[in-house]
């Protein structure tokens, strides 16, 4: 009997082709992701393969010899060939690196940042003016479907490679489940928040956490910078780092990007998976680039989907601190996860800075500080579905550590 349609296809990837191809004696109902297969074209043509389509494989940016190309197209399977001539490699087998992002960067010439992969791939998705400035309002690059499928696809590849980065997380040192912290792009790394957001990454990262940002500039690289700098004892090694980074403090500086680049150069991190900690950025915000402080960048052109898997994975909690419109959204976005328990579970929710979040308006209508007080609507929808024991709202970076280390998720999600 043939397997229903759209019955679940078993994954075949580096991580275990050597091993099916050890024993296998059929080539069924299969999914081969991101392999160079043409050293094996003989031994997998004379398989017994699918006799039908409903059982027939497809094969994903797959380099594939003469013998099971034609072995293939016989039976009934699917062929995504490559897509070349973009910046970017539509089927990936594994997250971002910045040296990959960032090929190309002469760290003596800010203006070869316009060279990189990370560079060109936003411009080949919006447009940009003169002064390489996006365009307002928002203006996609006018692109065929073949363009528009590959961003999906490789925005699936991207997906597909953090869960394995996560699943192989668990084993590390980063075993106690993932921190998010939020917050705004254009902090400068001169303020104080940019400092005590550091730190407090830093500590959590130290306890065993794996940190998670968005991915960009402000205080987005203060959570990297400070998991990075984990792997140091004495936390004044941060403080110097912070220091020198300020001398370029905001991200639209020209020396924002190549400043980072030589702390981090002046810095190689004494144990690297102490220093793990994870970016999720967008070409959506391709102007604000990503920070070089993260080990691996998981980078989407749907920001939709960046957002909303972002907040997904932080299964031990979210911290919010000073944002914008961006971090606000992602509040409610957040909250809205734990109103209806959309994972199965529900985790900390902390606004940090109680004055910024909380603050009500001045007798004028006005809010000092450009301050959010979006605490008291929080506390609304927290009572309403019994979560409030989990929203915390302070100013005090112990009570944060505090809310986190004291949560216990189910079982399942404890990465324990």
């Not at 094969?59 to 910046?87: T, W």
């Amino acid at each position: 009997m043939n397997p229903p349609p759209g019955t679940k296809k078993d994954r075949i990837d580096r991580t275990n082709f050597d091993a099916w191809l050890a024993t296998a004696t059929t080539c069924k109902n299969l999914v081969f992701q991101v392999l160079d297969l043409r050293s094996h074209d003989e031994r997998m043509a004379a398989l017994v393969h699918a006799s039908s389509m409903d059982d027939g494989c497809v094969y994903l940016g797959c380099e594939i010899g003469p013998r099971l190309a034609e072995a293939a197209a016989r039976h009934h399977s699917l062929i995504f060939p490559d897509l070349p001539g973009r910046p970017y490699k539509p089927f990936r087998h594994e997250l971002y690196t910045p040296q990959e992002l960032f090929a190309g960067l002469d760290h003596e010439h800010p203006q070869s940042y316009y060279a990189t992969p990370d560079w060109r791939s936003y411009v080949s998705y919006l447009e940009v003016d003169e002064n390489n400035k996006p365009l307002r309002p928002t203006r996609y690059v006018d692109v065929g479907p073949d363009e528009v499928l590959a961003r999906r696809l490789h925005d699936h590849f991207i997906e597909d490679a953090l869960s394995t980065y996560l699943e192989d997380v668990k084993q590390s040192v980063k075993k106690h489940g993932v921190v998010a912290i939020m917050g705004g792009h254009d902090r400068l790394r001169s303020d104080h928040v940019f400092r005590e957001i550091a730190h407090l990454a830093r500590k959590l990262s130290r306890d065993g956490y794996l940190l998670v940002s968005g991915g960009g500039p402000g205080l987005m690289e203060a959570a990297n910078l400070g998991a990075y700098f984990a792997a140091w004892d004495d936390c004044t090694v941060l403080d110097r780092a912070i220091t020198r980074l300020a001398a370029a403090d905001r991200y639209d500086d020209p020396h924002w990007l190549t400043l980072a680049w030589e702390v981090k150069a002046n810095h190689p991190s004494p144990d690297s998976s102490m220093s793990e900690n994870l970016g999720i950025p967008t070409w959506f915000y391709g102007h604000e680039p990503p920070n070089v402080f993260s080990s691996r960048i998981a980078k989407y052109f749907e920001n939709s989907l960046r957002e909303e898997g972002l907040l997904a994975i932080a299964t031990h909690g979210v911290v919010f601190a000073q944002g914008n419109a961006g971090t606000t959204q992602e509040i409610f976005q957040d909250a809205c996860q734990n109103y209806y328990s959309t994972y199965g579970f529900r985790s900390p929710m902390i606004l940090f800075d109680a004055d910024f979040w909380e603050q009500m308006p001045a007798a004028d209508g006005t809010y000092p500080n450009l301050a959010k007080p979006a605490w008291q609507l929080l506390r609304v929808l927290a009572r309403q579905k019994g979560f409030e024991e989990l929203i915390t709202l302070t100013s005090d970076p112990d009570i944060v550590l505090k809310a986190i280390r004291d949560f216990r998720p189910p079982a399942e999600f404890s990465g324990t």
